[in-house]
Structures are given as structure tokens and as C-alpha cells.
């Protein structure tokens, strides 16, 4: 058993305001801290951690709030054991990356960046790999129970990013999570090289909410749960009304539910708000092609480009737009270096082929629409294109192949079953011809008179033996 040395070790190691209650849930024993400890007590000594935990039953119901809470405390209550509370801040923090990264085994993640459970650090008890934003959770949590005032730095961009502040009366120190908790000597250094384009905030711990709360509500936004995205980006502004990413999140969700208007409404906003949000900058074009303001959508486009020049949507939307306007040499080097930036970029590619089909390009189109179904696999309206670029190319068998590949997917499409027909009759496989037809017309797709005439002429021709 401890004795009084150990407990006051303790209770000295807590934000002032809450020792008491810390002292009483941690126990007494070193390292064994008490198992029915009350979750709304630990509430109040983790409160981001426990508002990641309300976000994340929105996402999964199973989640047993209790038992993850717990987990985080006995997390702590080890950590408080094996600092020395006469330990600067900087040993502190190297003790937590030890403890976490050596001892405990925690580490990076990568492909789960965008699985919300790991973001908010539920499963990483079971399976220690999380993401920047799970290990950015853990370390400002475990920071303040070290007696650390943490806060976070939130970079914005196509890969964002979260970085932890250690807020010290002489000089902050920066944390990379994601590098096993590499302390950061120039962090303004850092982010030029990191990715000197991307917009960024220095927030507080309180603040780190905010983005949980975005990032769960973008997730039900991606899951069709509007209503909860909405409610859940509100929640988020409650917390920091000055959030610039969280109005360009809602911004996309109204966007996705066909709202352009309110869309529009809070792109700008965050724009407002952080006029170098690239991102925000990028969607006013296209709400305001929405809106057939090709000249405000130029203008909106060109400003995205000259807050992130590399920024690929806001090229490939430049290059529609000024081929729209006829100018077709500077749209399709906006094209290219969408591609150039973004080589699986889907739009860029799908948008490039439907230029060169226009123009009876049928090889270009090809290769454009080929690379587009390899980014996005999911899309009925790429197969519909490279399928007619095989037949226009005299090429049925691989129209046949890419369509046949497109039917698993899609096999209500009618679009789909007339550019079957097509392939068919120009392979010479006149019945299969005939039942795509048909089943097109089932469909409700409408065939083009001049194929139902090709379509008879060559049902004579094989009647009559020609």
C-alpha cells in the first residue's frame, strides 16, 4: 500500500480543482486503481476522452462507455505511478511517449486514419494502433493528469493532420504523436516543410471537441445520416463558434443533400472566417457552377489556386470551366496538372475522357476512363463511357469484358445494357444484341432510333444467310 508521500504524489499531479476527486478514484495501491470508480467522476477529470466516447456510440451502439473509461483510467493511474512529480515538463513528456510507445506498444496506423472508432480511441486498448487524432487524444489527456497544459495544432488539408502542444511558461513544445512522440524542435520550421499550403490552427485543449464532434458528423454525413451530421456540426460550433473547417464540413453535407444555397451559405462562412481554407475556397466554384456563375466560379477557383497552387479539385474544376468557355488549351493543362497532383484524382481523369470523346479522341478517352474505374470502381457512368469508347474503337470484345465487369455492379442500369447491346451487335452476336435491347427498354431506357435500324438490318442479314 502507498503511503501518504504516494497519495499527495498523486493528487499534486492533477489539474487544481479536481485533486480530491482523483485521489479518490485512483485508490490508494500503486498502479491498482480502484475498479468501480464512477464513470461521471472520471468524466469530469477526462472530458474529451468521454466526449469521444458520446461521439463514438452515435457511430456504434455496442460500445460499452463504462468499461472504455475505465480502460483510459487505469491507463493513467500507471502512468502517474512511473513520474517522478519533482520531473520537469519535458521529462513528463518524454515519459509519456516511453510509457506509450515502448512499454505499452501504441503506434501509428496509417490506413485506419479514416475509421472513426480508432479516432477517437476506443478500440486501441484491444489493438494499440491508432491514428494521429487517437494518439493526439491519448497524450493530451495523459498530459493533464500529469498536471501539463496541452492544446493541439489542427492542420487542414487533403492530409490532415494533428499535433499536440505542451503549453509551458517559457517555450511550448510540439509533439508528432504519429512518430512515436517525436518533440519538435522548429515547429515553424516543421509545418513550412510539412506542408506549407495548408491552413492551420493552434487551439486549446478545450477546443480538441470541436473536431471530434466535425469528424463524427462527417462520417454520418458519408453514411447518409444527415440529420445527425447537421446536428452533430452544430455541437461542434458550440464549442468553437470560429471554426472554419467545421462550416466547410456542413457546407459538403448540405451540398451532398442537394442544398446548394445552404451550402454556399456556410463554405463562405468558413471563408469568412479563414479566407486561406483552400478546400472552402475550391466548393464556393462549385456551388457557383451549380448556379451557372461560371465568372464568380472562376474567380472563387483561382483564389483556391493561389492559396494551395497544387490543389488538384481546384484544377480539375478550372479545367472544366474554361473549357466550357472555349479555352481549350488552358483547360486541359489545368487537367493535367490536376493529375499530375493527384494521379487517382476520379473527376480529373472522368473529366478529361469526356473532353476527348466529344472530340472522337476515342484512344485518349480510353486511357482517361481506364485510369478513372481503377480510382473509383463504384461509378456506372465510367463503365458507360469506356464502353462506348471499345465500341467507337472497334474494339466490342473489350467493351464486352469492362460491361460485363459493370453488370455485377449495376444490373438494373439501362444506360448499361444499351451499350451491351451496342458491343454485341458489333461483335456480331446478334440475339444477346437483341435481349440487351430489350432488357434496356425494360428498364426504361430509351434506344436511339438509328440503333434499332442498324439492329434490324443486321437481323435480316443473318436470316438471309449474308
Not at 486549446?204 to 453514411?223: P, Q
Request: with cysteine; aromatic share 10%.
Amino acid at each position: 500500500m502507498a503511503g501518504l508521500p504516494g497519495i499527495i504524489r498523486r493528487i499534486s499531479a492533477w489539474i487544481p480543482g479536481i485533486a480530491l476527486c482523483v485521489c479518490v478514484v485512483c485508490g490508494v495501491a500503486v498502479g491498482q486503481p480502484e475498479p468501480q470508480a464512477d464513470s461521471k467522476d472520471l468524466c469530469k477529470i477526462y472530458p474529451l476522452y468521454c466526449t469521444a466516447l458520446e461521439a463514438a456510440q452515435t457511430l456504434d451502439e455496442t460500445i460499452d462507455p463504462d468499461a472504455a473509461i475505465q480502460n483510459f483510467h487505469q491507463l493513467a493511474c500507471e502512468i502517474q505511478d512511473r513520474v517522478d512529480p519533482d520531473a520537469s515538463p519535458r521529462e513528463k513528456i518524454e515519459t509519456i511517449a516511453e510509457f506509450l510507445f515502448e512499454e505499452k506498444g501504441f503506434g501509428i496506423k496509417q490506413e485506419e486514419n479514416y475509421v472513426p472508432l480508432q479516432k477517437y480511441g476506443i478500440h486501441i486498448f484491444t489493438d494499440p494502433r491508432g491514428c494521429c487524432m487517437s494518439l493526439s487524444l491519448l497524450y493530451m489527456e495523459l498530459g493533464r493528469s500529469l498536471g501539463l497544459r496541452t492544446g493541439f495544432v489542427n492542420i487542414f488539408s487533403s492530409n490532415p493532420h494533428v499535433f499536440v502542444k505542451f503549453i509551458l511558461p517559457e517555450e511550448p513544445i510540439y509533439v508528432e504523436t504519429t512518430a512515436k512522440g517525436t518533440i519538435i524542435p522548429d515547429f515553424v520550421q516543421f509545418i513550412i516543410d510539412y506542408q506549407a499550403s495548408s491552413p492551420y490552427e493552434i487551439l486549446d485543449y478545450k477546443t480538441f471537441g470541436a473536431v471530434i464532434w466535425n469528424t463524427s458528423a462527417n462520417k454520418h454525413a458519408e453514411n447518409g445520416e444527415f440529420s445527425k451530421s447537421i446536428v452533430q456540426h452544430k455541437k461542434s460550433l458550440d464549442i468553437y463558434p470560429k471554426f472554419a473547417h467545421a462550416y466547410a464540413s456542413l457546407g459538403q453535407t448540405y451540398e451532398w443533400m442537394g442544398d446548394y444555397d445552404t451550402a454556399l451559405m456556410n463554405y463562405r462562412k468558413a471563408v469568412a472566417i479563414r479566407p486561406d481554407h483552400a478546400d472552402a475556397q475550391v466548393n464556393i466554384g462549385k456551388m457557383l457552377i451549380y448556379q451557372n456563375d461560371i465568372d464568380g466560379a472562376i474567380k472563387a477557383t483561382q483564389k483556391a489556386l493561389e492559396i494551395s497552387p497544387t490543389i488538384a479539385t481546384a484544377h480539375c474544376n478550372m479545367g472544366m470551366l474554361l473549357l466550357k468557355q472555349g479555352f481549350v488549351d488552358q483547360g486541359l493543362q489545368h487537367y493535367k496538372k490536376a493529375v499530375r497532383s493527384d494521379p487517382f484524382l476520379m473527376e480529373a481523369h472522368y473529366n478529361l475522357g469526356l473532353y476527348y470523346y466529344e472530340q472522337k479522341e476515342y484512344t485518349e478517352a480510353a486511357a482517361a476512363f481506364e485510369i478513372a474505374i481503377r480510382s473509383e470502381p463504384s461509378r456506372a457512368e465510367i463503365y458507360y463511357m469506356l464502353g462506348g469508347c471499345y465500341v467507337n474503337m472497334d474494339r466490342p470484345k473489350s467493351a464486352l469484358k469492362v460491361l460485363e465487369q459493370a453488370m455485377n455492379l449495376f444490373p438494373d442500369n439501362a444506360s448499361l445494357h444499351f451499350v451491351m447491346a451496342w458491343a454485341y451487335l458489333k461483335n456480331g452476336n446478334i440475339e444477346e444484341a437483341l435481349a440487351a435491347k430489350e432488357r434496356c427498354e425494360e428498364l426504361g431506357g430509351k434506344i436511339p432510333a438509328s440503333f434499332t435500324a442498324e439492329l434490324e438490318k443486321y437481323t435480316q442479314q443473318s436470316e438471309s444467310g449474308e
